[in-house]
C-alpha cells in the first residue's frame, strides 16, 4: 500500500476498526504516515475521519486493529501516552480552555511542569517557538479574546510546545481566511521539511492537490485507496470518496428581485461577553433575492443573526419589515410577520433534540389552527403537517415519534429546513445551512434554498464557505469585527482575494 | 469602639464554619462538580467531631476525624457523579437529608454533653496591634488555619500547575483530557478534599465555637455556604468576606438576645441569613455577566470521553 520511501513509515495503523454502539465508524482501514510527509486524509462528513485520527491520538481506542510507531507496537490508552510518543492532534474544535491564558494552555497536561508555574520561562519558550514557525501570539492573552485564527495558532503551538513527531490537523482551514490559510501551509511545509509528519484531514480538493504528498481517502469507514498526490486528479479523487461521481453545482436561475422587503439600518447589538459584536450595521434585502455574509465565525455573524429574528435585543438601530419596525418585538412577532431562522446550532437552538419529530415540526405554530386549539393540541392535525414535511424534504426517519437527537446531520437539517421553508417565508435567516453535510445533503440544501428565492423569498445566508456563497447569493456582504466590509453586487465576478482581504478586515480601496 | 472589638471578633469565629464550607465548595466546584449536600456533610463533620474530642479528649482528634469523615462523603459524592455519571443535584440532595438524618441518629445519645474545645492562641506582635489584633489575631488555631486556607487556594488556584489543571477540568474537560489529564482522577480528588473542608466547617462549630452537639446545629449554614460560592464569583478572597459578613450579623444578634430586647428571638435568629442574603443579592445585581464567565463552564455536567457530540 504505502510506496514507501525504503525506511520505516513513522506511525502505521494496521486493520483498525471502531464502533459506536451499534455504528461502525472505522472498518479495517490501513493507514500510514512517514517523515516529512504531508499525507492528506479525505472523506465525506461521517466517513471516520475523524474517528480515525482519534484513535491515533488515544481518544478512542479501537475495538480490532492496531498502531506501529517506527515499526514498533504500541498502546495509546490516552492521548497522555500519544503525546509521550510525539503524537500531536490539533481538532476542529480546538481543544482549548477559554478562561486560561494562551500561556496556560500550553503547558497544560505537560508533564515536568514545576509545581510553581515558571510564567517567564514559558512564556519565553513559546515566543522562541512562534518565532521559529512564524505564529505570532500575545502569550498572556486570555483564549476567549482571540480570533478563531488566533486560537488555531494557539492550538499549533500547544502541540509544537510538546515536541510532536506527527501532528494531525482536523480540517483546519475551514475556521480560516484564504490569507490565514495560507500562512497556515508555510507552517505546515516548514514541519514537513524537517522531518515531522503531518495528517492533514480536509474535504476541500483544491488544497489536498496543491498542499500534500500523498492522499488517503476514506468511504463509509474504509480505506477507498491511498495515492500520492501527484499522480491522480481532483476528480479521480471524488469518485474515490464519494464512490460516484457527485457535484455540488446548483443551477441559479436569473431572477429579477422584487421590492425591498427587510431593511436593517444603523443596527448595534451587544455579544454574550458584553462587547459591542454588531455595529452600525446596515442593509436591505429584496424579494427573490438572497444576500450572502462572508466573514470568519466568530466576527458578529452569530449576534447579528439573533438579532434580526428579536432573539437578541438592540442597542440601537432599526429593524424593519414591510416598512413596519420590528425592533423590540417577540420572537414570535418576528416569526408571525414571516421572517423565519435556520439557526447554525441546529440541536441546540433549531431543534428541541429530545423531542420527536411531531413536536418539533409545529414547534412554530403550536399557538394557532389547525394545530392549536386553545389551551390544547390538535396531534392529529400536528402529525399531518410532520409527515408532510418529512415527505416534501425527504427525510428518512425510523418513525414521525423518533426523538430529533437521534437524527443524522443531514436529515436533522432537512427537517429543519422543511420546518422553515413549509412556511412560505418571507424572509429567511440562514446560518451555516451546509456545515457538517455530505456532498448529496449539501446540494440539496442548496436547491431548496435557491427555491425559496425563487418563491419570493428575501435571503441572508451566513456562511463560512465561500465557493456556497458565490453558487447562492446576488450580492455578497463581508462581515469583520463586527462591521461590514463591503457590499459587492457582482460576487461571481470578484476575485477570491479581494473577498478574502476583506474577510481579514482590509478597507474596501486597499482591496 | 471598645464594645464593638469582642463583637467583630466573636463574627470572625461564627464565620469560620461558612468559611472552611464554602471553601471547600470552591474547590469542588471549580473542579466541575457540583456538591450541594453542604448541610448533610457539616452535620456528619460536627457530630464526628464532637464524639471523637469526646471520647479521646484531643480536639486535633475529632477535627482530623471530622476531616476524614468529609473526605469519604465526598469520595461516595464523586463515585456517584464522577464514575457513574449521575445527576449531581439529586446527589448532593440526598447527602444532605442522609447527613441531617444519620447524626441525629447516630448523635442521640450525645446531646446535652459538654467538652473543653480549642483554648486561643494569641500570636506574638500581631495581636498586639491595635483593633485588628483583638479581631483577628487572639482566636483559635482552626482560624487561623482558615486565613492560610484562603491566601493559599489563591496562590493555588492561580499560580501553580495542579490548580492549573484543577481549573481546566471545571471548565473544558474535553480538552484537559485531549491534553492528557486524568481529568476523572482529578476531578474526584478535589471533590473528596473539598467536602473534607466543607465537614471541618461542621466540626468547628461543634468543637470549637459551641463546644456540644444538638441536632441540625448547623442550622442551614451549609446553604448559605453554597449561595455564597456563587456570590462570591468562585473567590476565596470574596468568600471570607461573605462568610464574616454572616458572622457578624450573628455576633450582633447574639449580643442583642443576651442584652434582652423585646424584638422576639426567632426574629433575631433569622437575621443573619435574611441580612447575608440581601447584602449579597444586592452587591451581584448587574454582577450576572460576571458570574456567568467566572463559573466554572462544565460545572455539575458529567464527562465521558467516547461520547460524541
Avoid at chain 2, 58 to 79: M, T
Wanted: glycine fraction near 10%; charge should be positive; proline fraction near 4%.
Amino acid at each position: 500500500m504505502t510506496e514507501g520511501r525504503g525506511a520505516v513509515p513513522l506511525v502505521e495503523m494496521r486493520g483498525i476498526t471502531k464502533r459506536f454502539s451499534g455504528v461502525t465508524a472505522n472498518r479495517d482501514v490501513n493507514f500510514s504516515v512517514e517523515a516529512g510527509e504531508v499525507h492528506a486524509l479525505l472523506g465525506e462528513n461521517g466517513a471516520g475521519k475523524s474517528t480515525l485520527m482519534n484513535i491515533l491520538y488515544g481518544l478512542y481506542r479501537p475495538d480490532e486493529g492496531r498502531i506501529f510507531l517506527d515499526g514498533k507496537p504500541v498502546i495509546f490508552r490516552t492521548p497522555r501516552d500519544a503525546i509521550a510518543a510525539g503524537i500531536g492532534m490539533v481538532h476542529q474544535h480546538f481543544m482549548l480552555v477559554h478562561t486560561h491564558t494562551v500561556w496556560e494552555n500550553m503547558i497544560l497536561g505537560v508533564k515536568d511542569t514545576p509545581f510553581v508555574l515558571p510564567k517567564k520561562k514559558i512564556i519565553n519558550r513559546i515566543a522562541e517557538i512562534s518565532g521559529h514557525y512564524g505564529l505570532q501570539i500575545d502569550p498572556s492573552a486570555m483564549v476567549w479574546q482571540l480570533s478563531t485564527g488566533e486560537q488555531q495558532r494557539v492550538a499549533l503551538l500547544q502541540m509544537l510546545y510538546r515536541n510532536v513527531r506527527v501532528l494531525i490537523l482536523d480540517e483546519p482551514t475551514a475556521v480560516l481566511t484564504p490569507q490565514e490559510s495560507v500562512r497556515l501551509f508555510e507552517t505546515i511545509r516548514r514541519m514537513s521539511g524537517e522531518g515531522h509528519g503531518v495528517v492533514f484531514i480536509s474535504h476541500k480538493m483544491r488544497e489536498v492537490m496543491s498542499e500534500t504528498h500523498k492522499v488517503t481517502a476514506l468511504r463509509r469507514g474504509e480505506n477507498a485507496g491511498t495515492v500520492a498526490t501527484s499522480e491522480t486528479t481532483e476528480e479521480a479523487l471524488a469518485e474515490m470518496m464519494m464512490g460516484r461521481k457527485v457535484t455540488l453545482d446548483v443551477n441559479r436561475s436569473r431572477l429579477n428581485a422584487g421590492k425591498t422587503l427587510f431593511e436593517v439600518r444603523n443596527i448595534r447589538v451587544l455579544g454574550d461577553r458584553g462587547v459591542e459584536a454588531v455595529s452600525e450595521v446596515s442593509f436591505s434585502i429584496k424579494q427573490n433575492e438572497i444576500l450572502g455574509l462572508a466573514g470568519v465565525a466568530g466576527n458578529g455573524q452569530q449576534e447579528l443573526c439573533e438579532a434580526l429574528v428579536g432573539l437578541r435585543p438592540l442597542l440601537s438601530g432599526e429593524i424593519k419589515m414591510n416598512g413596519c419596525r420590528m425592533e423590540g418585538s417577540s420572537p414570535r412577532r418576528f416569526i408571525r410577520e414571516g421572517i423565519y431562522y435556520i439557526p447554525s446550532d441546529r440541536k441546540g437552538v433549531g431543534m428541541a433534540s429530545g423531542m420527536d419529530i411531531v413536536s418539533n415540526s409545529i414547534i412554530k405554530k403550536y399557538w394557532s389552527k389547525p394545530v392549536g386549539h386553545g389551551a390544547f393540541i390538535d396531534w392529529r392535525n400536528s402529525a399531518a403537517c410532520a409527515k408532510r414535511i418529512i415527505e416534501d424534504f425527504d427525510v428518512s426517519a425510523p418513525s414521525l415519534h423518533t426523538p430529533v437527537r437521534n437524527l443524522s446531520g443531514g436529515n436533522l437539517q432537512k427537517l429543519l429546513m422543511g420546518r422553515e421553508l413549509s412556511e412560505a417565508p418571507k424572509v429567511l435567516i440562514v446560518m451555516h445551512p451546509t456545515w457538517g453535510l455530505d456532498v448529496s445533503a449539501t446540494r440539496y440544501v442548496r436547491e431548496q434554498l435557491l427555491a425559496a428565492r425563487e418563491n419570493g423569498s428575501a435571503t441572508l445566508l451566513i456562511s463560512e464557505d465561500l465557493d456556497e456563497l458565490l453558487a447562492l447569493s446576488d450580492r455578497l456582504a463581508v462581515m469583520f469585527k463586527g462591521k461590514f466590509m463591503g457590499l459587492l453586487d457582482d460576487p461571481a465576478s470578484v476575485p477570491t482575494e479581494k473577498i478574502g482581504l476583506l474577510m481579514a478586515g482590509a478597507p474596501v480601496e486597499a482591496a | 469602639m471598645e464594645t464593638l472589638i469582642p463583637i467583630l471578633a466573636a463574627a470572625v469565629r461564627s464565620g469560620t464554619p461558612i468559611l472552611y464550607a464554602t471553601l471547600g465548595e470552591i474547590v469542588t466546584e471549580k473542579a466541575g462538580i457540583m456538591n450541594i449536600g453542604l448541610e448533610g456533610i457539616m452535620l456528619m463533620g460536627a457530630l464526628t467531631g464532637f464524639s471523637a474530642t469526646l471520647s479521646t479528649g484531643r480536639p486535633w482528634l475529632g477535627l482530623s476525624a471530622a476531616f476524614a469523615v468529609g473526605a469519604c462523603l465526598g469520595l461516595i459524592h464523586a463515585f456517584l457523579s464522577v464514575t457513574l455519571g449521575s445527576n449531581q443535584v439529586v446527589c448532593g440532595l440526598a447527602m444532605t437529608m442522609f447527613g441531617g438524618g444519620a447524626s441525629a441518629l447516630m448523635g442521640r445519645n450525645q446531646v446535652g454533653m459538654t467538652i473543653k474545645g480549642m483554648a486561643p492562641l494569641d500570636i506574638p506582635v500581631l495581636s498586639e496591634l491595635p483593633i485588628l489584633g483583638r479581631v483577628f489575631f487572639s482566636q483559635d488555631i482552626m482560624v487561623y488555619i482558615s486565613f492560610i486556607l484562603v491566601f493559599f487556594l489563591v496562590f493555588f488556584l492561580r499560580c501553580t500547575r495542579p490548580g492549573m489543571d484543577l481549573r481546566a477540568v471545571g471548565d473544558n474537560p474535553r480538552a484537559a483530557d485531549a491534553m492528557g489529564l486524568p481529568v476523572a482522577r482529578i476531578r474526584c480528588t478535589y471533590a473528596i478534599l473539598g467536602a473534607g473542608l466543607v465537614a471541618l466547617g461542621g466540626a468547628y462549630m461543634s468543637v470549637v465555637y459551641n463546644k456540644f452537639w444538638a441536632e441540625s446545629m448547623t442550622a442551614g449554614r451549609g446553604w448559605i455556604a453554597v449561595a455564597m460560592v456563587i456570590f462570591a464569583v468562585w473567590n476565596p478572597m470574596r468568600a471570607a468576606l461573605g462568610a464574616y459578613l454572616f458572622g457578624g450579623v450573628d455576633a450582633f444578634q447574639l449580643r442583642l438576645q443576651a442584652a434582652g430586647t423585646s424584638v422576639p428571638t426567632p426574629l433575631l435568629m433569622m437575621l443573619p441569613y435574611i441580612l447575608t442574603i440581601l447584602v449579597l443579592v444586592f452587591i451581584s445585581i448587574g454582577k450576572g455577566r460576571k458570574i456567568s464567565l467566572s463559573a466554572p463552564s462544565a460545572l455539575g455536567v458529567p464527562f465521558y470521553r467516547e461520547e460524541r457530540d
